[in-house]
């Protein structure tokens, strides 16, 4: 369901009449035409959020394939009754988002993100590397030459082969998190697809530089938006190491909001480490997710380093499919003026003989900065022998 077809649940007062004139006897007088049930726990700024950004992705991308479809109906239908957080939630009670929240929001269009000529792709790197920019992917800044037989790194749009595609349906979407999970649901124009087949190992790390360019000034109200989404898939035995960056400013203070996603699956025996590196500019909001999904005896490996954003909040839940798992976790927040870093990780373990180590450091050099962690490890009824480390 999309969200340009929500007028019919919006609560509508029902037209009043005069004084003299009868009701039929099948009428009945209600305050609503729907269940008031619903009609409570929509949230107005999010339907209006939402619908806008679905209008900016109908108006410049074709039709989607069946799993990015699939993602943005979930989503859609998820916003019905998703409000907006407040500090009255549980999750948020020491981040307030009303910066946000007050923002005018503005969906970036590719066709208003300033020329690429200015810029150039990594040099001398002889690693493959994608640039995504506000969201979209250029190719243009892109090099991904040198990659094993069977490796598919690209957008979802663009990729040909029917079982690939069948395994991403499986996986996207496979998680339901908060509400920014799902407005990046409604507004990615893509997913960024990382395949990496069975038995295979990807020797050179891949490079996703992420890039902010539709910006700002700092003293106005507008707060442009892009929804980048990454899908990671390691099959049975594969591995990968994935450089995930966002830069942006330079250092200025000029503002834009960052709502990014990425999904992970590591099959059996399969190996993804993961660095996460966050320089954006001290005016941005950097709201991310990470969700993974851990077979038997698989490695998940996340080291990340956050400085930028004024505010930047990384979400983290990692779920384990089966036995022998290992997960490390190491993250530094530094906070060196008015910004808020946030942690919040989220461990299920439901199989036995799991290993786990987090180890989380943070940093506040300024008397108005912040840092905000939440680590939770959910060890379930059946896990046994398990090893669980938290610094």
Same mark, same amino acid.
């Given at each position: 369901?999309?969200?340009?077809?929500?007028?019919?649940?919006?609560?509508?007062? /029902?037209?009043?009449?005069?004084?003299?004139?009868?009701?039929?006897?099948?009428?009945?007088?209600?305050?609503?035409?729907?269940?008031?049930?619903?009609? *409570?726990?929509?949230?107005?700024?999010?339907?209006?959020?939402?619908?806008?950004?679905?209008?900016? *992705?109908?108006?410049?991308?074709?039709?989607?394939? +069946?799993?990015?479809?699939? #993602?943005?109906?979930?989503?859609?239908?998820?916003?019905?009754?998703? +409000?907006?957080?407040?500090?009255?939630?549980?999750?948020?009670?020491?981040?307030?988002?009303?910066? @946000?929240?007050?923002?005018?929001?503005?969906?970036? =269009?590719?066709?208003?993100?300033?020329?690429?000529?200015? $810029?150039?792709?990594?040099?001398?790197?002889?690693?493959?590397?994608?640039? *995504? !920019?506000?969201?979209?992917?250029?190719?243009? $800044?892109?090099?991904?030459? &040198?990659?094993?037989?069977?490796?598919?790194?690209?957008?979802?749009?663009?990729?040909?082969?029917?079982? *690939? %595609?069948?395994?991403?349906?499986?996986?996207?979407?496979?998680?339901?998190?908060? %509400?920014?999970?799902?407005?990046?649901?409604?507004?990615?124009?893509?997913?960024?697809?990382?395949?990496?087949?069975?038995? /295979?190992?990807?020797? =050179?790390?891949?490079?996703?530089?992420?890039?902010?360019?539709?910006?700002?000034?700092?003293?106005?109200?507008?707060?442009?938006?892009?929804?980048?989404?990454?899908?990671? #898939?390691?099959?049975? &035995? &594969?591995?990968?190491?994935? !450089?995930?960056?966002?830069?942006?400013?330079?250092?200025?203070?000029?503002?834009?909001?960052?709502?990014? !996603? %990425?999904?992970?699956?590591?099959?059996?025996?399969?190996?993804?480490?993961?660095?996460?590196?966050?320089?954006?500019?001290?005016?941005?909001?950097?709201?991310?997710?990470?969700?993974?999904?851990?077979?038997?005896?698989? @490695?998940?490996?996340?080291?990340?380093?956050?400085? &930028?954003?004024?505010?930047?909040?990384?979400?983290?839940?990692?779920?384990? #499919?089966?036995?022998?798992?290992?997960?490390?976790?190491?993250?530094?927040?530094?906070? #060196?003026?008015?910004?808020?870093?946030?942690?919040?990780?989220?461990?299920?373990?439901?199989? +036995?003989?799991?290993?786990?180590?987090?180890?989380?450091? /943070?940093?506040?050099?300024?008397?108005?900065?912040?840092?905000?962690?939440?680590?939770?490890?959910?060890? =379930?009824?059946? +896990?046994?022998?398990?090893?669980?480390?938290? @610094?």
């Amino acid at each position: 369901m999309s969200i340009s077809a929500l007028d019919s649940y919006i609560p509508k007062l /029902c037209t009043p009449r005069s004084s003299g004139e009868r009701l039929p006897q099948t009428t009945r007088v209600r305050a609503f035409a729907q269940p008031q049930t619903l009609a *409570i726990l929509s949230d107005p700024h999010v339907l209006r959020l939402a619908e806008t950004l679905e209008d900016s *992705i109908a108006s410049s991308s074709a039709s989607p394939p +069946p799993p990015l479809q699939k #993602l943005r109906d979930f989503s859609s239908q998820s916003l019905l009754s998703t +409000p907006w957080p407040s500090r009255k939630d549980e999750p948020f009670r020491f981040t307030d988002t009303s910066f @946000i929240k007050n923002s005018d929001i503005q969906p970036v =269009n590719p066709s208003q993100t300033q020329s690429l000529d200015s $810029l150039s792709a990594l040099p001398d790197s002889i690693s493959p590397n994608l640039a *995504i !920019v506000d969201g979209y992917l250029a190719d243009s $800044l892109s090099q991904i030459s &040198g990659l094993p037989d069977g490796v598919f790194v690209g957008a979802l749009s663009s990729l040909n082969s029917e079982a *690939i %595609m069948e395994r991403v349906s499986k996986y996207v979407s496979n998680f339901q998190g908060d %509400m920014f999970w799902s407005l990046n649901g409604v507004g990615a124009p893509d997913v960024l697809l990382v395949y990496v087949p069975e038995g /295979c190992k990807v020797e =050179n790390p891949l490079h996703l530089r992420f890039l902010s360019l539709n910006r700002s000034d700092k003293d106005s109200k507008t707060l442009p938006i892009s929804n980048p989404r990454v899908l990671v #898939l390691v099959e049975r &035995g &594969g591995e990968i190491s994935v !450089v995930e960056e966002y830069v942006g400013g330079d250092g200025d203070d000029r503002c834009y909001w960052t709502n990014s !996603v %990425m999904e992970v699956y590591v099959g059996d025996g399969g190996k993804l480490q993961h660095s996460y590196i966050q320089t954006q500019s001290l005016g941005a909001a950097h709201v991310k997710w990470t969700s993974v999904l851990q077979e038997s005896k698989s @490695i998940y490996e996340l080291s990340e380093v956050s400085t &930028g954003g004024k505010l930047s909040r990384h979400n983290v839940h990692v779920q384990q #499919l089966g036995p022998d798992t290992v997960t490390e976790l190491s993250t530094f927040h530094l906070s #060196l003026g008015d910004q808020l870093q946030d942690l919040h990780s989220k461990l299920v373990l439901d199989h +036995p003989r799991g290993y786990s180590r987090q180890l989380h450091k /943070c940093i506040v050099a300024h008397s108005l900065g912040q840092a905000v962690f939440d680590g939770n490890v959910q060890v =379930n009824r059946y +896990p046994s022998n398990t090893l669980l480390y938290t @610094i």
